[in-house]
């Protein structure tokens, strides 16, 4: 018997399990809208009634997904408090008679099950998931300035503990099913062909009967006890205070609610997830977040080349096996899962791109997040060479060597010789103009830039930089072969420093220029740390390397203006050999000469840089001081056509530099302040401080004409 009801459909096997199989019709995820309440109602007074029935698998029938969690358009589209609050208590009410039911119920989870999705799920009575590593369980809302709001909060830290479910849903994590089984979220992984029959076979065992966890000691005393209870959600407190700075209300909201439950009972834990769901919702905060999910989700969708088609991708190289070489070996290796071949004039460069990986893909072994043979498997796709063997049949060269001109057209000119006539050639330089790597090329159209962020591995951002005679299939098959190795694309005109840089390099300037007023490095840091980026500016300088920072600067100002000349200080920094983390010698302390655990500042940076440190200025005035110069380099970049919209630089300057996600990028910000304050307070500071702080044209035609970024 089967009873179709648009996005479930529940049929009564002969065994007597009810099946529900969701599958929203016409969208390519499952998610949860509160339009499915009569439906969901209806199905669930039908299994209640039937008496005859032994129990029910709740499954997708989505191809590689169970469900993605609430529609977060819906949560969008809410205009008050009140509205989220009724969603949230809605999807309670819901899960708590999916609860209640007399039946066992089991989820059989394939694919992503994330924020509603697991809330469905942690309702039931057993999961089991597959081993598919397209399988990941979490509660990402807090990603999206949001808490779980249909009893995640209240039922997780129940099944796994207190300490582990504030750090799954502070964190947003995503587990894959065997680590979902060793933390207790689900009770068996099995191969996905046979998960149904899995989930149905738990289904007629009964409800389980959970049995009290091991415990260390420790863990006995921290979560049942009062006064350890109190401990655990006081340092939740002050993590989580000191990692957010302030910057990120879900967070605090989630710590408070699970205490109440705890600390209240279930009914009141309930009551306070779906106010603060509500009240979150309404948040600028989350605003921001929410819209970044729908930039990146709208990105995906795009070419980068309007109706270009990519060719497909089979093979990759990578000229140069240093940091970024071995980095750009291994996302494209274990990501975009193609064969790779490393070219590096020593054997050194090549072990030591490979080291590269087999060091990331141990760790992950280690963990239990990749089985052995996996790891292998990955592995092996990486082969290295100290000439151009098995580069006749390479799609894409990557090359990561030294910034140095002719070196690279060099380069260009071999991969002509040895590789085919489609062979794209993409250089990840981040200075040199693209059309000049190009210059020499007997098919420049194959040529264009591929800008990774160190450490290539983790950072999401990539640019792809088109010069004038770069084809549209070149453009579209880097973006595709990009986003395969995991990475978000924008696609940016060719100019010096391109997009990113080229903010962060008017930041840091100022940052610079602060500290030769005075300023105290750990304040400067301290202040833009408050402000949200993951680092201050001084520390990402010592990482990145003060030298690359000299090196950068004056092929800026040529091209750009003074207002990129790095402060003439600086030089003296260099020639005292203080070139940042590299050398264990820069503006902090390294090495033995730091203390462990503590991040000093090498107080003889100052001497070096003629300077007595003397505070003069707040918090506020650093950060507004630098991040102005920022924004205001945002808007000429996209006044030059630099990026092609608000949204590329605001995704740009989040996954690019930790542009402080809560505020949405650099346009959403400005937005958020107001083009007329901003001009207003560049105005000011270019008064103070000259030209370097000139508000742009496009500044003053939109605070003028009351324009914004986005509507
Ligand atoms: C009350 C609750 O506690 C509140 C919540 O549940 S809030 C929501 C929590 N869930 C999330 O944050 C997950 C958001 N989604 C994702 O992270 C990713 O989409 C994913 C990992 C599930 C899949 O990624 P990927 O395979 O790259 O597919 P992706 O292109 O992102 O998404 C496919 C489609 O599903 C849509 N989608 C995915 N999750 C969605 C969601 N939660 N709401 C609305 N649409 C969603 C996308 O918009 C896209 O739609 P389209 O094809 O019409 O453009």
New binding site residues.
Partial sequence: MTDTVSSFSLSIRDDKVAVITMDIPG???N??KASFADEIDAMLKQLANDSTLKGVVFISGKKD?FI????????DACQTAEQAET??AM?QQMFDRLEQLRLPVVAAIHG?C????L?LALACHARVASSSPKT?LG???V??G?????G?TQRLPKLVGVQKALDMILT?K?LRAAQAKKLGLVDEVVPESILLDAAVKKALAGKPRREAKKQSLLDKLLENTGPGRKLVFSQALKQTLKKTQGNYPAALRIIEVIQTGVEQGYQKGLAAEAKA?GQLCMTSESAALRSI??A???M??ESGAGDAKPRKVRKAAVLGGGLMGGGIANVSATKAGVPVRIKDIAEQGINNALKYSFDILNKKYKKRFISKAEMQKQLLLITGTTDYSGFHNVDIVVEAVFEDLSLKQQMVADIEQHCAEHTIFASNTSSLPIHKIAEKAARPENVIGLHYFSPVDKMPLVEVIAHDKTSAETIATTVAFARKQGKTPIVVKDGAGFYVNRILALYMNEAANILLAGEPVEKIDRALVKFGFPVGPVTLLDEVGIDVGAKISPILTAELGERFAAPAAFDKLLADGRKGKKTEKGFYLYGKAAKKGKKLVDESVYAVLGVTPAPALNSDEIASRCTAQMLNEAVRCLEEGIIASARDGDIGAIFGIGFPPFLGGPFRYIDNLGVNNLVATLRQLESRFGSRFTPCDTLLKMAEQGERFYS
């Fill in positions: 969208e390519s995820m998610v949860l997904s993605a969690g609430a529609d977060i358009s819906m949560l969603i949230a999807g992503p994330l924020g509603g999705g809330e990941v509660l990402p809302e990603q999206l949001l808490l779980p709001g249909s995640g947003g995503q769901f999910f729908f990146t989700t709208q995906k969708k």
